[in-house]
């Protein structure tokens, strides 16, 4: 089955989608700019050199032909189906289709290179009204599914085989989890970050929750924030300081022990540690504290108490109270919100 990538693969996975007259651009676009751009964009916001997620995206059509999808809007398909014969997922977005209506018979050409895919041991996906497409096909016959609310009535008319689960987000099917329909159009954002975890892993998916602000932002963006990458500069004891103080951030009296690591005085510390980072040496070692609870927080199940003695802090409300500052929630709602992205990559 189709899992998280090992070490040993250097091949991206390769994700295409499906592009029809009935395709909704903004979801069309919307995943091709995740699987493309959040690898690339996640390293240039956190310094690394390599890509942390890299896919190959390919939009795919019944021809290379340029033409203009729901709305007008103009697609130039990378490659016609016929070009295809591997992928490691397909995804059919959401379709501007009338729910009243029969389609069984449209999208030919779509549907039986959606079969050759499922046959082929590609992931086979869905955004709302595309799982129409995905019934058309036969691929989902006595499995469980779900759609948009509006097209209950559809499936019960037309595809009455299917297990249909209205009420559910993102449904994943057949052997090995490799059949996914999600609900609503929205629901494009569950699929990518389902995707991403089940490539990449967990912790990739949330921190493309994180840079994309998917799900609930009532609460503002703060929780969605994450320590970027280091501001350059060329103070030699600073930057001992900082390395230092990377693995010791759950020391006692931190400003104090980095002061000695820098072998500069307290006084020239704090004006060149500003100067050079940015921040003062406390505001520095609070964020990289409360980044640290975050990773704890989206990763274990520990109790809050223990996170914030891994920290760095013994007063577990004071701990609480800097990370509401910092976070703009507090830990406990951090968890709930994060870690409902755990366990979307599925142990077949």
């Known amino acids: 089955m189709h ?82 014969d591997r992928a490691d997922a397909v995804i059919v977005t959401d379709l ?23 046959r082929a041991d590609s992931l086979v996906c869905s955004v709302c009204s595309g799982s129409v497409m995905l019934a058309a096909s036969g691929l989902l016959d006595g499995r469980p599914a779900t759609t948009h609310w509006a097209f209950t009535n559809h499936f019960a008319r037309f595809y009455p085989d299917v297990r249909l689960e209205p009420e559910r987000i993102l449904v994943p099917a057949d052997a090995g989890h490799r059949v ?17 975890a089940r490539f990449y892993g967990e912790a990739m998916a949330i921190n493309a929750a994180k840079l994309y602000l998917f799900g609930d932002r009532s609460e503002g963006q703060l929780l969605f924030a994450a320590l970027g990458k280091p501001k350059r500069h060329e103070d030699a004891a600073i930057a001992r300081s900082q390395a230092w103080i990377a693995h010791h951030y759950e020391t006692s009296n931190p400003v104090q022990a980095m002061v000695r690591q820098s072998g500069l005085s307290a006084r020239s510390f704090k004006r060149r540690f500003r100067t050079a980072t ?48 910092l976070a703009g929630v507090t830990p ?11 366990g979307r990559h599925p142990r077949a």
């Open 96 to 118: 501007t289709i009338n729910p009243e209506a029969d389609h069984t018979d449209k999208w030919e050409d779509a549907r039986a290179w959606l079969v050759r895919m499922h």
């Open 3 to 84: 899992g998280m990538k090992s070490a040993e693969d250097n091949k991206p996975p390769v994700v295409c989608i499906v592009a029809v007259a009935e395709t909704t651009g903004a979801v069309l676009y919307g995943l091709y700019d995740v699987f493309s751009g959040f690898g690339p964009s996640w390293a240039d916001l956190k310094g690394l050199d390599c890509n942390p997620a890299e896919f190959e995206t390919r939009i795919v059509a019944a021809s290379r032909d340029a033409f203009a999808c729901a709305g007008g809007v103009p697609v130039t398909p990378h490659a016609a189906f016929a070009d295809i």
């Open 180 to 196: 996914i329909t999600t609900g609503g159009m929205a629901a494009w954002e569950d699929l990518a970050l389902y995707l991403i």
């Open 278 to 325: 940015g921040f003062t040496p406390i505001d520095y070692v609070q964020t990289l504290r409360v980044e640290e609870a975050k990773h704890l927080l989206e990763t274990t199940d520990d109790a809050i108490d223990t996170i914030a003695r891994q920290a760095g802090y013994e007063d577990p409300t004071s701990f609480r109270r800097l990370f509401k500052r």
């Open 332 to 342: 406990g709602r951090y968890r709930q919100r994060f870690q409902s992205i755990r």
